[in-house]
C-alpha cells in the first residue's frame, strides 16, 4: 500500500516552454500532498503543499505563477513550471500524506528536469 | 536553533560495524517522528516511524528521548547496501513533515 507515482520521471525541454508533472496516489486518496525540489548533493526543499478542491499553500520564496499546482482530485496533483529557465534545472518529487494518524508521508520517485 | 537538525556526515563504516546517528528537534510539542533513506538520486523512502516505546525492524532500532528532544536510529551489523543517506523527519501535527538534512553513510568492504 501507499504507492505514489509520478510522471514524467525524466524531462529534457528548451529554456522558455512549460513543462507539466504529474503525482498520483495509486492504492490511496490523499487530501494532502507535498513537492519538493532537491538539487544536487543538497537536502529536500519543500516548495508547496497541495490540497484537493483549495488553492496551494507556497512556502516563502517560491513564486506561485512560476510553479503551478493543481489539485482537482484525492488521487491527482500537478505541478507545472512555465517558463522554465536553465536554473529550474532540479529534481522535483512528490509526496501525499498518509491515512494514518501519524502524518507519515510517501514520496513519488521523482522527476528529473533538465532545462536546456 | 534549527527545527531538526542531523550530523551531516559521512559515517565511513566497515561492513558488519555497528552505527548510530541522532536528530534533535526543536519544537517539543512535536508527534510524529519519522526516519527514511534516500540513495543517490532516488526519492526518500520511508524506513520506519519512531514510537515513544521505542521500536526495532531487523538490524534497524528507532528510540525516541522526548525529555532531551531528539530521535535516534541503530544499524546494526551494516552492510554495503545500507550506505545511502538517512533523513528524520519531524511532525507536530499541524505542518508538512519537517526533514533534517540528512546523515550520509558509507559501508566499506
Known amino acids: 500500500g501507499a504507492v505514489v507515482s509520478q510522471h514524467p520521471s525524466r524531462v529534457i525541454c528548451k529554456s522558455g516552454t512549460s513543462v507539466k508533472i504529474e503525482c498520483r496516489s495509486l492504492d490511496f486518496q490523499a487530501t494532502t500532498m507535498f513537492w519538493y525540489r532537491q538539487f544536487p548533493k543538497k537536502s529536500l526543499m519543500l516548495m508547496a503543499t497541495?490540497?484537493?478542491?483549495?488553492?496551494?499553500?507556497?512556502e516563502q520564496g517560491v513564486e506561485k505563477d512560476k510553479f503551478l499546482i493543481n489539485h482537482a482530485s484525492l488521487t491527482l496533483s500537478t505541478l507545472t513550471v512555465t517558463s522554465a529557465h536553465p536554473e529550474d534545472s532540479s529534481f522535483y518529487i512528490c509526496?501525499?500524506?498518509?491515512?494514518?494518524?501519524?502524518?507519515?508521508?510517501?514520496f513519488g520517485p521523482g522527476t528529473r528536469l533538465t532545462v536546456l | 536553533r534549527k527545527e531538526v537538525e542531523q550530523d551531516p556526515g559521512p559515517f565511513n563504516v566497515p561492513e558488519g560495524a555497528t552505527v548510530a546517528f541522532n536528530c534533535t528537534y526543536s519544537n517539543s510539542a512535536s508527534q510524529s517522528f519519522f526516519w527514511y533513506r534516500q540513495d543517490c538520486r532516488k526519492e526518500p523512502k520511508l524506513l520506519m516511524s519512531v514510537y515513544s516505546s521505542g521500536n526495532e525492524d531487523g538490524r534497524f532500532t528507532a528510540q525516541l528521548n522526548r525529555a532531551s528532544q531528539y530521535i535516534s536510529l541503530l544499524i546494526r551489523d551494516s552492510k554495503l547496501s545500507d550506505s545511502a543517506t538517512y533523513l528524520c523527519?519531524?511532525?507536530?501535527?499541524?505542518?508538512?513533515?519537517?526533514f533534517g538534512k540528512g546523515t550520509r553513510l558509507s559501508v566499506i568492504a
Open positions: 523527519a519531524v511532525n507536530t501535527g499541524n505542518t508538512p513533515l519537517v
Open positions: 509526496s501525499a500524506e498518509g491515512v494514518s494518524d501519524y502524518n507519515e508521508q510517501f
Open positions: 497541495s490540497n484537493e478542491g483549495s488553492k496551494a499553500t507556497y
